[in-house]
């Protein structure tokens, strides 16, 4: 059964800071793996989709790596603005169904 | 374009009620999910239909979670009866494109609150 893990749960960081969330799965047999983004009260955006055959995605300030035979996968923001402040979830779909196993997030704060 | 939208964004009911949730996905897209985040837990898949047939609902928690996709369009998910155990944060997403390269769409969700 394939789990999904994040650390931290929380981050505070000040602002112009580079920072990286991690993510764990157990079952290294998935398709993708996507790192979403959501702000209170509003649902999930997805920032980046890293397939199973590729090693890391970048879009602007996000780097997020995926690494299958350890289970892990990191996300990479640089120079954190206060407007990155939000829940970061990862979540890898595997080979069986179209399902989503999502981490429960870590709650990214940055301080001006 | 619109994105996926959820009614209501909020809703209060009493144990024992029934609490209809909707959902509109993008226009186009044949895949259309629904998933749940309770208080303290990470989000959870209920089940996906694909057009209006029922591709997998494995992780609709029991048989009072009734959901529909008519024509193949909107969708619903009803509780009948609520219980407690049951609030959380309902969400709906939808996709054009299956496989490796598929990307979800995530509505705004609908708090559920059952007192």
């Known amino acids: 059964k394939q789990e999904v893990t994040q650390i931290p749960a929380a981050l505070s960081v000040p602002e112009g800071e580079n920072l990286v969330l991690n993510c764990s799965f157990t079952?290294?047999?998935?398709?993708?793996l996507q790192w979403f983004r959501q702000d209170p009260g509003k649902g999930l955006t997805s920032l980046l989709l890293?397939?199973?055959?590729?090693r890391e995605q970048t879009s602007g300030r996000l780097n997020a790596s995926l690494d299958k035979s350890s289970g892990r996968s990191t996300l990479y923001i640089a120079a954190s603005q206060p407007g990155d402040s939000a829940t970061y979830l990862c979540?890898?779909?595997?080979?069986?169904?179209?399902?989503?196993?999502f981490g429960q997030g870590t709650e990214l704060s940055v301080k001006p | 374009e619109a994105g996926v939208t959820q009614f209501p964004s909020h809703s209060v009911i009493e144990k024992g009620q029934t609490v209809t949730l909707r959902c509109d996905p993008i226009?186009?897209?044949?895949?259309l999910y629904w998933y749940r985040r309770v208080m303290g837990k990470e989000i959870k898949f209920l089940l996906h239909f694909v057009k209006e047939s029922k591709q997998d609902e494995s992780g609709m928690p029991n048989n009072r979670f009734l959901a529909e996709r008519t024509g193949g369009t909107y969708s619903t998910l009803k509780v009948q009866p609520a219980e407690l155990e049951d609030s959380g944060v309902y969400f709906c997403?939808?996709?054009?494109?299956?496989?490796?390269?598929?990307?979800?769409?995530f509505g705004s969700g609908t708090q559920l609150s059952v007192l």
């Open positions: 979540a890898v779909k595997g080979n069986q169904g179209g399902k989503l196993i």
């Open positions: 226009s186009g897209h044949d895949n």
């Open positions: 997403a939808s996709s054009q494109e299956r496989g490796v390269r598929e990307k979800l769409f």
């Open positions: 079952d290294s047999a998935i398709y993708n």
């Open positions: 890293i397939q199973s055959s590729q």
